[in-house]
T-cell receptor, first 115, second 113 residues
């Protein structure tokens, strides 16, 4: 079946622009996660949804970052007034079970470059 | 602080060699540990998931072990192939109340034909 998909795959933004990154999880998956991966580093947690509820946003680095999942399926990560330090790969993952400690399936990521 | 460490950061081996990648974590209270593979410009592919109650998992030429008491996991790759070249990431789900995987920085493996 189809895996997790993300779009766009690549995004170049000028400093100060707003961007929106989309994640389509595996159909029926309850849990959805966003991670940020800087060059040469492991992914770092941003936020977690269970269905449409955002249960944890402790990893969002600033109030310029906002995520939503209004109908409990597709999720969008929005970054306002982008800065150079926002350049990274943004990974989305989904998991089939309620609760958190189950196998996560990752999408290909969106590589954001802020110039 | 919950951390995950992977050693070595990079490894080059000739084709056919058996190899071991290491992962250490700071707290033995974990739900599970997951090994991933990441190819350049790609997302993460899950290789093996070891639950807290398990000691090891096997899939084909891959074997992952878990020793909670010492805070260590190893990924053993048998008879390495050039197609195994990738970055291997270890990730831990701690019981601390955090809602996420904690990742190491990865080991970049190159298998030389």
């Amino acid at each position: 079946g189809a895996g997790v998909s993300q779009s766009p795959r690549y995004k170049v933004a000028k400093r100060g622009q707003d961007v929106a990154l989309r994640c389509d999880p595996i159909s029926g998956h309850v849990s959805l996660f966003w991670y940020q991966q800087a060059l040469g580093q492991g992914p770092e947690f941003l936020t977690y949804f269970q269905n449409e509820a955002q249960l944890d946003k402790s990893g969002l680095p600033s109030d310029r970052f906002f995520a939503e999942r209004p109908e409990g399926s597709v999720s969008t990560l929005k970054i306002q007034r982008t800065q150079q330090e926002d350049s990274a790969v943004y990974l989305c993952a989904s998991s089939s079970r309620q609760g958190i400690a189950y196998e996560q399936y990752f999408g290909p990521g969106t590589r954001l470059t802020v110039t | 602080k919950q951390e995950v460490t992977q050693i070595p950061a990079a490894l080059s081996v000739p084709e056919g060699e058996n190899l071991v990648l290491n992962c250490s974590f700071t707290d033995s209270a974990i739900y599970n540990l997951q090994w991933f593979r990441q190819d350049p410009g790609k997302g993460l592919t899950s290789l093996l998931l070891i639950q807290s109650s398990q000691r090891e998992q096997t899939s084909g030429r891959l074997n992952a072990s878990l020793d909670k008491s010492s805070g260590r996991s190893t990924l053993y790759i048998a008879a390495s192939q050039p197609g195994d070249s990738a970055t291997y990431l270890c990730a831990v789900f701690y019981m601390s109340g955090a809602n996420n995987l904690f990742f190491g920085t990865g080991t970049r493996l190159t298998v030389i034909p």
